[in-house]
């Protein structure tokens, strides 16, 4: 099965910093890597897919990079909404997988 | 507006069964395949299976952490996806989400609001 690490597991933040999060692959995933934010008693929200791909309504300061087993969500600005938890997923293998998730704190 | 509404939750003692419902609404459910997950208090989200359309014959896959306990299916006509749990064990506690699958990807676009299961004596 494909394990999916994120590193780090939180990290605390002000706003208006860049934040990144790193997500990597046990094995290799093409380009079938997707983004969650979750909110404290809500549904997660799919950020991005594809690596890179924004899913509709999503801000521009979410971005997405990698390719293979490597991946990053950055942030570029922090906004007072942004505070969450964030999961990656891989779409190409079965079991399909999330990672651990990482926890954004205000600073 | 597309809502995915779960119920079914409660507590249940260890060996014993539930059987979860998310009715669809605002989307023609019968296109896209269909997905549970979950997420135990405090824990990460976990992805338990899929089942397809019927083009796709309705075909499922399961996380193995389930398999063989847990079965997905789905009633087209009443826009309704299922998820009957057998044999729970203690660590299947969690809040229960039904998910959607983004079009031609395996990635959850919409999601309903969870229903909590318990499992204990």
């Known amino acids: 099965d494909v394990q999916m690490t994120q590193s780090p597991s939180s990290v605390s933040a002000s706003v208006g910093d860049r934040v990144t999060i790193t997500c990597r692959a046990s094995e290799g995933i093409a380009t079938s890597l997707a983004w969650y934010q979750q909110k404290p008693g809500e549904a997660p929200k799919l950020l991005i897919y594809d690596i890179s791909t924004l899913q509709s309504g999503v801000p521009l300061r979410f971005s997405g990079t990698g390719s293979g087993t490597d991946f990053t969500l950055t942030i570029s600005s922090l906004h007072p909404e942004d505070f969450a938890t964030y999961y990656c997923q891989q779409g190409e293998i079965y079991p399909l997988a999330l990672g651990g998730g990482t926890k954004v704190e205000i600073k | 507006e597309v809502q995915l509404v779960e119920s079914g939750g409660g507590l249940v003692q260890p060996g014993g069964s539930l059987r979860l419902s998310c009715v669809v609404s605002g989307l023609t459910f019968s296109d896209h395949y269909m997905d549970w997950l979950r997420q135990a208090p405090g824990k990460g989200l976990e992805w338990v299976g899929r089942?397809?359309?019927?083009?796709?014959?309705?075909?499922?896959e399961y996380a193995a952490s389930v398999k063989g306990r847990f079965s997905i299916s789905r009633d087209d006509s009443k826009s309704s996806l299922y998820l009957q749990m057998n044999s729970l064990k203690t660590e299947d506690t969690a809040v229960y989400y039904c998910?959607?699958?983004?079009?031609?990807?395996?990635?959850?676009?919409?999601w309903g609001q969870g229903t909590l299961v318990t499992v204990s004596s």
């Open positions: 089942i397809r359309e019927k083009t796709n014959s309705y075909t499922t």
């Open positions: 998910a959607r699958d983004h079009p031609g990807k395996a990635y959850f676009d919409y």
